[in-house]
């Protein structure tokens, strides 16, 4: 027996008829029309250039508001503040009759913060487009309760620690 190599066909042989090639129209008309085996597909000649600096027209928000179960969706111009943001989410709030009922509804009794964790509330007049965020917090302000309470037991303590002094001055003389 003899070793014949027996020629195989390659199976990466190029096809040598035009099915395989791709033809392109002429460029006057149609530059961006090729033709494959399968039809015409359209590719695209020049891509747009990217924008820079394209502002959102509308932003959808989401505002928590305290002690709710779920966030209010508004959607507001970019332009608007973060004033206009609480008044539209409170008037949300109440119009959808959600739970737990506010106790008032003037908004400029609320203040919005970042998350519920979140120490400090956002200024009034800021731009919704230049906070960084979409969703927040929305709880009421803390009312400073001046207490006469306190004031008249420092100064009680105050008279009882020289009450005190006076007491040892005597002992000590």
Known sequence: MTNAIIPRPSLHRRKSTSEGRLLT???ERHSELVRRP????KVPGKLAPAKQNVTPPRLLLNV????????VHVVMS???TVGDLIRA?????VGEKRRPLLADTDPRRF???YSQFSLESLKMEEKLIKLGSRNFFLCSKRV????RCSKQAKKEAIND???ALTKLMDILL
């Open 144 to 147: 400073e309760v001046e207490c």
């Open 25 to 27: 129209f002429p460029p």
């Open 38 to 41: 399968a039809g015409i597909i």
């Open 64 to 71: 928590t508001i305290e002690k709710s179960l779920g966030p």
């Open 89 to 93: 989410a409170v008037e949300m709030y």
């Open 111 to 113: 203040e919005l913060h």
């Open 78 to 80: 970019s332009e608007n």
């Open 161 to 163: 620690s020289l009450f």
